[in-house]
């Protein structure tokens, strides 16, 4: 078996001490003994109560020693496996993979530049251009598929994710069955409930919509996937002066509070469910426009730190833009935000190529970003300090009358630099004779590009008649 990817190392950059991140918890932990969470679900809040939890309606409050046994069952990282082994990711420590969005309503069409629902084309589209790019590791769904009736659309839409890419997926939806036949089309392609839990080949993402408000959904999607013992993320984000505290500290220290509440329940559905923190997101929520603003400073890294110091693999975010088009805007928030959370080591960085404050996907931003992850990449690289590359006896025997264009040790080297596909580093003159083209135009004529060329190795047919079974088996289940 190949090695596994292991991800760009990250750096642990950090504006957190321990002390304080042990101060967060606390005031996390006190949250839940003296609030609690609402919890809608009648199982999970019978579950909470026999495990200790102190049950009062729908109101569940957790001790501290309920908190710390789930941190301790839970471990601190997981696997994710892709049809072709190289892209397998191993989601722990430092290391640093990156995937797309998913669900906007609006693509940003890379042909016309116009604004438009999505279809079950872009998706195809987008997670086939995904599966090409080298430094985006694990695929999303993109848009919502406006074309499809609302009873299929996220299994179909699973479905051309799984035809379109080797790479590991982190999956969404808001039913159940619609979680439930995701994983059944994994559990068919790995050959059984029993080899997929082995071998995942995606995480559960469950997005809350509340930090202390956690619908039946939400929980029921919980249970279903702990019951399964596959990696999730279950992520309660706050908007800072809306649904939780203005001040960073205590955003970070509620939000925080409800995911360890969902930490807690997965771990007494199935002690060592792998979950993946997000630390406590907390978003800004713009006050003049009341827009979540996904790629303000404030959002970056302090999250990260705090599932750094529960020693638990990390749901980030990164990549995104605020920006309507692919613009100087776009580029530049999308770089800041992919620095920030690769030196915070954040695991699992998604959003990457979401604009808009998550309301529209470009094909194109998501080229640009794939060309600054690159960038990223090869400044974090550590140096090799040898022999070789100090080269003293080449600079004895060329200095300093030579030059080194022609030398074999030159030549040895030439790729160690990273040379950008999208990024221009010609001259004026040799840029304007190839058409003056700007960044976003070159980032166009890249999707197509790729997605003409990229071919990815089709589903046996009799896999693709099984998904279509499930997508009926599960279209009708509520």
């Excluded at 908190?67 to 430092?94: C, N």
């Excluded at 640093?96 to 629902?117: C, K, L, W």
């Excluded at 995701?182 to 995942?200: L, N, S, T």
Aim: charge should be negative; hydrophobic fraction near 40%; proline fraction near 4%.
């Amino acid at each position: 078996m190949k090695e596994l990817l292991q991800g760009q190392v990250g750096v642990r950059f950090g504006k957190l001490t321990d002390e304080q991140c042990a101060k967060i918890h606390d005031v996390s932990c006190r949250i839940l003994e003296r609030v609690g969470v609402e919890a809608g679900h009648p199982r999970a809040r019978e579950i909470l109560r026999d495990a200790g939890g102190k049950v009062d309606g729908e109101r569940v409050r957790l001790s501290r020693d309920l908190i710390d046994w789930a941190l301790a069952k839970s471990p601190p990282g997981f696997t994710l496996y892709g049809r072709s082994e190289e892209h397998s990711m191993l989601v722990e420590g430092t290391n640093v993979f990156y995937g797309n969005g998913s669900e906007t309503p609006i693509m940003i069409d890379h042909r016309s530049g116009a604004r438009r629902q999505g279809t079950l084309a872009d998706v195809t589209e987008g997670v086939k251009l995904v599966d090409a790019l080298p430094h985006i590791d694990f695929v999303m769904s993109f848009a919502l598929p406006w074309d499809l009736d609302t009873d299929v659309v996220y299994l179909e839409q699973f479905k051309a994710m799984m035809a379109n890419t080797t790479k590991p997926f982190a999956y969404v939806a808001p039913r159940l069955s619609d979680v439930a036949g995701m994983v059944a089309m994994m559990e068919a392609e790995a050959g059984g409930e029993d080899a997929h839990r082995a071998r995942p080949r995606g995480l559960s993402y469950i997005n809350v919509t509340h930090p202390l408000r956690h619908s039946q959904d939400d929980l029921e999607k919980l249970m279903f996937v702990a019951g399964k013992g596959i990696p999730l993320v279950y992520n309660p984000a706050v908007l800072r002066g809306a649904s939780g505290p203005m001040t960073i500290p205590a955003a970070l220290a509620v939000a925080n509070a409800g995911e360890l509440f969902g930490l807690v329940l997965a771990q007494l559905i199935n002690e060592g469910t792998p979950v993946s923190l997000s630390g406590g997101t907390q978003d800004k929520l713009d006050m003049r426009s009341t827009i979540d603003v996904y790629s303000a400073p404030e959002n970056r890294v302090a999250f990260a730190e705090m599932a750094n110091w529960y020693d638990k693999a990390h749901w980030g975010l990164g990549g995104s833009t605020d920006s309507k088009v692919v613009d100087e805007q776009a580029a530049a928030e999308a770089a800041l935000s992919l620095t920030l959370e690769s030196l915070a080591g954040s695991n699992l960085i998604h959003d990457v190529g979401y604009m808009e404050s998550g309301m529209s996907n470009s094909l194109a931003q998501l080229v640009v970003c794939d060309e600054i992850i690159g960038w990223i990449k090869r400044f974090m690289q550590p140096f090799e300090v040898n022999d070789e590359t100090l080269a003293l006896d080449l600079i004895v025997r060329v200095a300093p009358e030579g030059d080194y264009l022609l030398e074999d040790h030159t030549m040895n080297h030439l790729n160690d630099d990273w040379y950008p596909r999208v990024f221009d580093h010609r001259t004026f003159d040799k840029w304007t004779a190839a058409g003056g083209k700007t960044l976003s135009e070159r980032a166009a004529g890249r999707v197509d590009e790729l997605i003409q060329k990229h071919k990815v190795e089709p589903l046996a047919d009799e896999l693709s008649e099984r998904f279509d079974e499930i997508i009926q088996e599960f279209k009708t289940s509520e």
